[in-house]
């Protein structure tokens, strides 16, 4: 897992109620969390493998008869 800001690899994961999980490298790791993650708040989560979606085949339109 990378970090959001640069090409180092992610140290931690910000993943707060109510906040999309953002991953950060210690460098990156913004100052006022540092606190927080030397404490063990922001562990690194694991890397889940994407998620195949499965191909929809197209749905086939029903034609209405008209009336004459």
Same mark, same amino acid.
């Given at each position: 897992? @990378? ?5 180092? @690899? ?23 969390? #540092?606190? #927080?993650?030397? #404490?063990?708040?922001?562990?690194? #989560?694991?890397?889940?493998?994407? @998620? @195949? ?16």
């Amino acid at each position: 897992m @990378k970090c959001v800001n640069c090409e180092n @690899k992610a140290d931690y994961t910000c993943a707060d109620p109510g906040v999309n999980p953002v991953d950060y490298c210690a460098t990156c790791l913004p100052i006022w969390l #540092r606190d #927080r993650a030397a #404490r063990g708040d922001f562990p690194l #989560r694991e890397a889940t493998p994407a @998620k @195949k979606s499965a191909k929809k085949e197209p749905k086939e339109e029903t034609k209405v008869a008209e009336e004459e």
